[in-house]
């Protein structure tokens, strides 16, 4: 007999072939991809996720029988049959009796559910974006992740049951699902005392027996532990680099910034956010939106409230400027910030903005990008480029900006950020 | 004697000291198994050759990716076990123990698999007759790297495009029976020789005088081709398909030649896993009687052992049809239960094996018979009754369905037979040969599909499939349903 330790082979054997399966349903699962971007926050996106594909598109198919024409089946587990007996067809029209006639074909699965690691979805994510190949490794890569407890979820491996967490599900549920019989009991005890010692006819006094019995035989039926009871610890693995950072947000969000546009800032946003998780310990989103005034927003509201009116850029940057001061000091973050426009800005607003970004946000900013996304079809440079157009020439250079109408010119902007941070990155 | 071990971890010395004792149990019960090979595995390597149905070498494509996919998530959210252990029909007998096993665990599997399996593999006739263990490592080998260069010089895309069609016909790429060698040229000579011999021996003027009748038989036979219809579509295909280059040629032999590896498979299922079950219960409690594992060890072994020969009602919670384990294992002790013990009933039933050596009777069985046979030949009416097994007739005219036979003196032979018949390949997989093919014309291929017992074929699927023969073929394809009565009942087709 030969012994062999094989566990040192390494285990991927199958990458090659999930990879494959993955290139295949390539378009039901960018669809997807798609989808979940759209859904997701920003700081979510970096996790995989669950796609579904039809099962009737994955089925390779075969010259097999099909239900129908005669056939004898034999099972196990008779009880009462005898030769001769009649029973009806289950539902479905046959196949066999007690629908085991093929086992398995009885719960037919509609569509085949998996999930997608986060290199995969994050690989779908950048194809997107035509980022070059070593800057995907660039983002993607991690370099130390830790397990840490995440809650609980309805589903795991039977190591990871928390018994107290499913224990305490399985109390609350036999409660609420004895709560009316025990009522019930309660009103038939006091009944039936306040019956005995009344001296009622024996009749009412049966009845109320009764009844207490048949209450405690509807308690005692809700069973002690069911199965949506289980809960299991989930454990996620974190990523851990170093230090920490703030990011700003700012969109026009004014009514000529369409679903379109603000999709565009997304994935803008959503790729440096990616880029500084990957350099910092900890990110700090701060979302703000404006349009003659400027205010802080969640990100639901950044991306999916519509307000009208008009367009004030100042504003925002003078807010942003607050908020770092009250809260996020230069010494003690780095602090990057991206800005979103279609361009629109008038009058005095276009040099008192430029001014202030130039004097007051760049020396405090590690970083300040800015993505202009016309209306198609404009030639012209909006005014506010081509005030914004002269900080590119400071000296310090933290400053740079791009125009993008569609998703793969996102990414030179980024490209640019890469090489200011040459040394850095 | 001390037992073995009483702890619950393994280690290396520990498996080889059990392997030793269970191969000296093995020996006494006279197993004859090829040499052992047993490799320690981690969970995710479980699943990887889940993906590859076991094999430990298998060529890339999409749809193990998918089966990885599956397995993956079913273990991982729970609703799964793995396997203990994964089995290799090969010499030398590849088993793979999961690491995170108990010492009892791997022990079992020790005696499951590399005794029980092993020994199966080496003994049955379909084994023996259709798969060549000591070349199949090589042969995966080979056809990983063929189709990989394949890949390099044709594309990805083309080769995944072949693979797809041949895995759609895959059940119908197998040979039931041995072709015959190809005579040499001396053979030939030979036979021409003995042919001309037996005419002068046997020559008789009155012949001539007889009126020839079939003249409309023999001129059938030779103007059609194929002379006899081909059931293997895809050797057919191979030697046949005007339109494929050599390599793709060669991409269809490697997928026939797999779906041959695995034909003695899928109709041994229930003998392999009883034959395999029994031998691990007998070698443990062998090494139980000679004191070398504890009651511990007895009590663990026998809840896997309990779980896994579990069969439960059709109309129970987790019924998923016959469990072979359970049928099997209850077959093979009943073998022996009626060589030691037999009752009247055994004495009338099975005559020439009550009072005589189990050993013996059981190594003839597993030597010389496959599933369908099997049943058909040792399945008692004890078992039958243990098992309560019924019979439902679903004719498709009649409303309702009929029990057609139950575990009584009038069903025993009925329900046996029927039961036999469920473990047939023949009646699982349609009927579906070549019957025509028309070279010397518009190249067109005609399938036949015999229609049996008016059970239709799944009619979707069916002209994907088709379409996935026609891609091979390349010219137009089509297929006709024959009923029983001869007639033509259904056709579809598919051109090019």
């Known amino acids: 007999m030969q012994l062999i330790d094989r566990r040192l082979n390494g285990n991927n054997k199958s990458a090659v072939n999930r990879e494959r399966f993955l290139r295949r349903y390539k378009e039901h699962i960018r669809g997807a991809v798609k989808g979940m971007i759209a859904e997701r926050s920003i700081t979510d996106m970096e996790k995989g996720g669950e796609v579904s594909v039809p099962a009737k598109d994955l089925a390779e198919p075969s010259f097999r029988h099909d239900?129908?024409?005669?056939?004898?089946?034999?099972?196990?587990?008779?009880?009462?049959?005898?030769?001769?007996?009649?029973?009806?067809?289950?539902?479905?029209?046959?196949?066999?009796?007690?629908?085991?006639?093929?086992?398995?074909?009885?719960e037919s699965v509609d569509e085949f559910t998996f999930t997608l690691s986060r290199e995969e979805f994050l690989g779908i994510f950048f194809d997107d974006l035509e980022l070059p190949h070593l800057m995907q490794n660039h983002l993607g890569a991690v370099e130390k992740s830790k397990p840490k407890c995440a809650g609980y979820v309805k589903e795991g491996a039977p190591c990871n049951m928390c018994v107290t967490r499913t224990l305490k599900t399985a109390l609350g549920r036999r409660i609420a699902l004895g709560a009316p019989a025990s009522e019930c009991l309660k009103l038939a005890r006091e009944n039936l005392a306040r019956a005995l010692q009344d001296g009622d006819s024996s009749e009412s006094i049966e009845a109320l027996e009764r009844e207490i019995v048949e209450m405690e035989a509807r308690i005692k039926r809700v069973p002690f532990l069911d199965e949506i009871d289980l809960r299991y610890r989930n454990k996620v693995p974190v990523p851990q680099p170093v230090a920490r950072a703030v990011m700003f947000c700012l969109m026009d969000v004014s009514a000529s910034m369409d679903e379109d546009k603000k999709d565009l800032a997304k994935r803008f946003f959503t790729l440096l956010y990616l880029f500084l998780t990957r350099k910092y310990e900890q990110v700090e989103l701060v979302f703000i939106r404006h349009t003659e005034d400027a205010e802080e927003v969640d990100e639901q509201t950044f991306f999916h409230d519509t307000k009208s009116g008009g367009t004030v850029v100042y504003s925002a940057l003078e807010l942003m400027h607050q908020i770092?001061?009250?809260?996020?000091?230069?010494?003690?973050?780095?602090?990057?910030?991206?800005?979103?426009?279609?361009?629109?800005?008038?009058?005095?607003?276009?040099?008192?903005?430029?001014?202030?970004?130039?004097?007051?946000?760049?020396?405090?900013?590690?970083?300040?990008?800015?993505?202009?996304?016309?209306?198609?079809?404009?030639?012209?440079?909006?005014?506010?480029?081509?005030?914004?157009?002269?900080?590119?020439?400071?000296?310090?250079?933290?400053?740079?900006?791009?125009?993008?109408?569609?998703?793969?010119e996102i990414y030179p902007v980024f490209r640019e950020l890469f090489k200011k941070n040459g040394a850095t990155a | 004697m001390s037992p073995i071990s009483t702890g619950y971890d393994w280690?290396?010395?520990?498996?080889?000291?059990?392997?030793?004792?269970?191969?000296?149990?093995?020996?006494?019960?006279?197993?004859?198994?090829?040499?052992?090979?047993?490799?320690?595995?981690?969970?995710?390597?479980?699943?990887?050759?889940?993906?590859?149905?076991?094999?430990?070498?298998?060529?890339?494509h999409w749809t193990y990716g998918k089966e990885f996919i599956r397995n993956e998530q079913a273990y991982r959210s729970g609703q799964q076990g793995l396997a203990y252990e994964i089995v290799i029909n090969s010499d030398p007998c590849i088993a793979y123990l999961m690491e995170e096993n108990s010492i009892m665990m791997q022990?079992?599997?020790?005696?499951?698999?590399?005794?029980?399996?092993?020994?199966?593999?080496?003994?049955?006739?379909?084994?023996?007759?259709?798969?060549?263990?000591?070349?199949?490592?090589?042969?995966?080998?080979?056809?990983?790297?063929?189709?990989?260069?394949?890949e390099e010089r044709y594309g990805a895309a083309a080769?995944?495009?072949?693979?797809?069609?041949?895995?759609?016909?895959?059940?119908?790429?197998?040979?039931?029976?041995?072709?015959?060698?190809?005579?040499?040229?001396?053979?030939?000579?030979?036979?021409?020789?003995?042919?001309?011999?037996?005419a002068r021996r046997q020559f008789n003027d009155l012949w001539r005088t007889l009126p020839r009748t079939g003249a409309v038989h023999s001129a059938g036979g030779a103007s059609g081709f194929p002379a006899e219809p081909e059931e293997n579509i895809l050797y057919f295909v191979e030697?046949?398909?005007?339109?494929?280059?050599?390599?793709q040629r060669e991409l269809v032999r490697i997928v026939r030649k797999l779906a041959q590896y695995f034909y003695p498979q899928g109709q041994t299922k229930v003998m392999n896993e009883g034959w395999a079950t029994f031998w691990h219960y007998t070698l443990i409690n062998r090494l139980y009687e000679q004191g070398l594992v504890n009651d511990g060890f007895m009590m663990e072994f026998l809840q896997s052992h309990t779980n896994v020969v579990c069969q439960r009602g059709f109309d129970e919670r987790g019924y998923g049809g016959i469990n072979p384990y359970a049928l099997g294992f209850a077959m093979?002790?009943?073998?022996?239960?009626?060589?030691?013990n037999p009752t009247a009933e055994d004495r009338e039933w099975f005559p020439e094996l009550a009072g005589t050596d189990w050993v013996k009777q059981l190594d003839f069985a597993m030597r010389n018979f496959k599933d369908e046979s099997f049943i058909g030949q040792y399945l008692s009416p004890r078992l039958m009754r243990e098992f309560h097994l019924f019979a439902v007739a679903d004719h498709s005219r009649e409303e309702t369905l009929e029990i057609d036979s139950i575990h009584d003196n009038d069903g025993y032979r009925r329900v046996r037979r029927l039961l036999a018949e469920q473990h047939k390949?023949?009646?699982?997989?349609?009927?579906?040969?070549?019957?025509?093919?028309?070279?010397?014309g518009d190249r067109s291929l005609t399938l036949q599909h015999s229609i049996f017992r008016g059970r239709p074929i799944v009619e979707s699927e069916a002209r994907e499939t088709l379409k996935h023969l026609t891609r091979l073929w390349g010219f137009k394809v089509s297929l006709e349903g024959i009923g029983e009565d001869g007639r033509v009942e259904y056709s579809q087709e598919c051109g090019a």
């Open chain 2, 11 to 60: 280690s290396f010395e520990l498996i080889e000291r059990y392997d030793g004792a269970i191969a000296a149990a093995a020996a006494e019960y006279g197993l004859d198994t090829y040499a052992n090979q047993i490799e320690i595995i981690s969970s995710e390597q479980m699943l990887d050759a889940y993906a590859s149905s076991g094999l430990p070498i298998g060529y890339p």
């Open chain 2, 425 to 440: 390949r023949d009646t699982q997989v349609p009927d579906i040969q070549v019957a025509r093919c028309a070279l010397d």
């Open chain 2, 332 to 340: 093979m002790r009943d073998i022996r239960r009626v060589c030691e």
């Open chain 1, 67 to 106: 239900r129908g024409g005669d056939r004898e089946t034999v099972f196990p587990g008779n009880r009462e049959f005898v030769k001769g007996d009649r029973i009806a067809r289950p539902d479905g029209g046959g196949g066999g009796g007690g629908g085991g006639g093929e086992p398995g074909s009885g």
């Open chain 2, 107 to 150: 022990a079992l599997v020790v005696a499951h698999a590399s005794y029980g399996h092993n020994s199966f593999f080496k003994g049955n006739y379909l084994f023996r007759q259709w798969t060549c263990a000591d070349g199949i490592l090589d042969y995966l080998v080979f056809a990983r790297r063929y189709v990989m260069q394949c």
């Open chain 2, 239 to 247: 030697k046949h398909s005007p339109k494929l280059s050599p390599w």
């Open chain 2, 159 to 198: 080769v995944e495009e072949m693979l797809d069609s041949c895995h759609a016909l895959m059940h119908h790429g197998v040979d039931r029976y041995k072709r015959p060698a190809p005579l040499s040229l001396h053979g030939e000579e030979a036979r021409a020789t003995q042919r001309e011999d037996d």
């Open chain 1, 324 to 408: 770092c001061v009250a809260r996020y000091p230069a010494s003690a973050w780095n602090i990057y910030a991206a800005q979103a426009s279609d361009g629109d800005a008038f009058g005095a607003d276009v040099g008192k903005s430029g001014r202030f970004l130039r004097e007051q946000l760049l020396p405090l900013a590690r970083y300040f990008a800015y993505i202009e996304i016309p209306d198609e079809g404009t030639m012209q440079n909006s005014s506010l480029w081509t005030e914004y157009e002269q900080l590119t020439q400071e000296r310090n250079g933290n400053f740079a900006m791009s125009s993008v109408s569609a998703r793969d």
